[in-house]
């Protein structure tokens, strides 16, 4: 095949990127979009201060319009995010407890309804571990409110208010299978499976750079969580530099994901360098011209 979304499709995969809504006008954004990508992901525009600015007071237009676009377009829509510490209204950071759980439960129903049906996976949570060697819960105000049950009643109240869509934790630096960070995830994740917590999906950001390199057991991270009966998910790929060895890396990432058949897709953090939320640098799959670069090509060869 020869555009990124039909050859992930003739492998079961899908192929997705982030999509900005305030760029959907410029036209070599949108052609670029359309013709090689066959899921969606909002950028910004599902996040809990776009949807829910003040209490209660849903927004939806915004991420309508990358629905219904994917919609139009036959493309898959994943769900980014319910129950983050990040791009929180301060509303909500200034509950108490009880307020806390029934203002979480009460955005997962609403903005789950909305999408019902809609969206293939939802990171129900995103980031709920600190980075570095403890393993630890990040202390977010969730996690400091409502203590380490926050996650599993995500969950719960995202089974049922939308029975159908796959749901997904969503972190990043979870991808060498040797740092605390991972074991820490791997452990919740199989604790939920021992427990009935629903949980179908593990995402992986995958934000690389050369701090933080494509470790060379990825395989075996995303088998390992695999065999807990959950999918895996490449889910906000990028990987600072460029040329050959750039391209190299993709390449890798796209085998470890297809060398896993629990892997379902990969989702790259962008369409092109151009808008690329690391600005100082070049991650992404197409520059800032929207030329195809070499880790391009390096990803379709692999697929
Ligand atoms: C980023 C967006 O790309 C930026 O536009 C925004 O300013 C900040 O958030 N992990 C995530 C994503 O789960 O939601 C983040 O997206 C990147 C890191």
């Known amino acids: ?163 159908n869509a796959k749901l997904c934790y969503n972190d990043y630096n979870t991808d060498n299978w040797s740092h605390a960070k991972t074991q820490a995830v791997y452990n919740m994740v199989k604790d939920f499976k021992s427990r009935g917590v629903p949980i179908d999906c593990v995402g992986f950001q995958a934000h690389f750079n050369s701090g933080n390199p494509v470790p060379s057991n990825y395989h075996t991270t995303l088998q390992n969580f695999a065999d807990l009966g959950v999918d895996v998910q490449i889910t906000e790929l990028d990987i600072a530099g460029s040329g050959s060895s750039q391209a190299e890396q993709y390449r890798g990432i796209t085998q470890a994901c297809l060398a896993v058949s629990r892997c379902t897709g990969i989702t790259v953090w962008g369409v092109t360098d151009k808008y690329s939320w690391r600005s100082s640098d070049t991650p992404l799959l197409f520059d800032g011209n929207y030329n195809k670069k070499p880790a391009y090509t390096a990803v379709l060869e692999a697929l």
């Open 1 to 163: 095949a020869s555009t990124l979304g039909a050859a992930a499709a003739e492998k079961g995969r899908y192929f997705g990127t982030a999509i900005a809504a305030n760029r959907m006008g410029e036209s070599d954004y949108m052609s670029v979009l359309n013709r090689e990508f066959n899921s969606l992901t909002a950028e910004n525009e599902m996040k809990w201060d776009a949807l829910e600015p003040s209490r209660n007071s849903f927004n939806f237009a915004t991420a309508d319009r990358i629905a219904n676009h994917a919609r139009s377009q036959g493309m898959k829509l994943r769900g980014h995010t319910l129950v983050w510490h990040s791009q929180l209204p301060s509303w909500v950071t200034n509950l108490s407890a009880n307020d806390l759980r029934s203002a979480m439960n009460n955005h997962i129903n609403r903005v789950m309804g909305q999408y019902k049906g809609q969206v293939h996976s939802w990171d129900v949570v995103n980031e709920a571990f600190e980075d570095g060697s403890s393993g630890a819960r990040r202390n977010s105000v969730f996690q400091q409110r409502l203590g380490n049950g926050y996650i599993e009643e995500a969950f719960r109240t995202a089974r049922a208010a939308d029975p």
